[in-house]
């Protein structure tokens, strides 16, 4: 079978994108395991400064949620 100058570009090209498509898949996880390590790292921190800014307290059967509007 003869390869003509069109057919090596396009194996050529198929493999770069492959390579390229692997190469993405691949940093997109590793940023992904990045943000939720550092999620865990920083969840705690996040939590108790949202809830901060909230006053809760309960009336009879109820929940009451304020927000403080001097956070």
Do not use: N
């Not at 090596?8 to 943000?35: D, G, P």
């Amino acid at each position: 079978m003869a390869y003509t100058m069109d057919t090596f570009l396009a194996a050529m090209t198929s493999a770069v994108r492959a390579e390229m498509q692997a190469i993405v898949e691949q940093e997109a996880q590793a940023a992904s395991e990045r943000v939720r390590e550092r999620l865990k790292q920083i969840g705690p921190e996040l939590a108790m400064r949202l809830l901060s800014q909230f006053d809760v307290s309960r009336q009879e059967q109820h929940v009451v949620i304020k927000f403080r509007m001097d956070s």
